[in-house]
């Protein structure tokens, strides 16, 4: 089975500053992807981000980038220069072949940006 | 513009009614996805379809029905066996389903019962 652990409730951060979300996993699979996305106030879920198990670099997407160290499985999102429309919730997930590809979501992290 | 679209926004249910909530995408995915999204709360699945008329339960299939009769369409219809079924409804899709795939959302339908 998969998990996704999001610890983190709730982050704030400054205007500028960059910000780090915490994402652990755990399957037993060798081979998996794992995404972020972006839900604002709308509601939409947006795909901000995906790293493969077997890709060797972190991903980058802009601002975006993921941290991914899989001995520890764990694959941070790192925000850089954060900006006010950024203020949303951060969701982690995880496909695997274990689990049909059907992806497992993490509880979420909300993150404030302050002017 | 190739995209996922919901309908409606909003969506009001009164005691025992069946209510259905609409998904189209014109991605040419063959895999849909239904997944409810309660206040704080993660995505619970509640159905999938790989494939035109099959689809499988998901976590939370107890109280809904789906069908996927066109590659383009998968609506939800939320049951009155559903007896709490206040939440927000998101769709989504991938190319497969079958892999290491990027799924795409719809904007979501907000359901509230009266």
């Known amino acids: 089975a998969q998990k996704i652990t999001q610890t983190q409730p709730g982050m704030f951060v400054q205007e500028k500053e960059a910000v780090t979300l915490d994402c652990t996993y755990d399957t037993s699979d060798q081979s998996y992807g794992l995404f972020w996305y972006k839900q604002p106030s709308s509601g939409e879920m947006i795909f901000l981000i995906y790293?493969?198990?077997?890709?060797?670099q972190n991903a980058t997407e802009g601002r975006y980038s993921l941290n991914f160290q899989k001995a520890r499985k764990s694959a941070n999102l790192v925000i850089s220069a954060s900006q006010l429309g950024d203020s949303a919730m951060y969701f982690c997930a995880m496909v695997a072949s274990g689990g049909s590809y059907i992806p497992t979501f993490g509880r979420g992290t909300s993150l404030i940006v302050h002017p | 513009d190739g995209g996922i679209t919901q309908s409606p926004k909003y969506l009001f249910r009164k005691e025992g009614q069946n209510v259905t909530l609409s998904c189209e995408q014109n991605l040419n995915h063959d895999a849909m996805y239904w997944y409810r999204q309660d206040p704080g709360q993660g995505l619970r699945l509640i159905y999938y379809?790989?494939?035109?008329?099959?689809?499988q339960k998901g976590d939370i299939a107890e109280g809904y029905s789906v069908s996927r009769e066109k590659k383009e369409s998968f609506p939800l219809t939320v049951t009155s066996a559903q007896k709490n079924p206040t939440a927000f409804y998101l769709c989504?899709?991938?190319?497969?389903?079958?892999?290491?795939?990027?799924?795409?959302f719809g904007p979501g339908t907000r359901l509230l019962v009266l």
């Open positions: 989504a899709s991938t190319t497969t389903g079958g892999g290491l795939e990027t799924q795409y």
């Open positions: 790293q493969g198990s077997y890709d060797e």
């Open positions: 379809s790989q494939i035109v008329n099959d689809f």
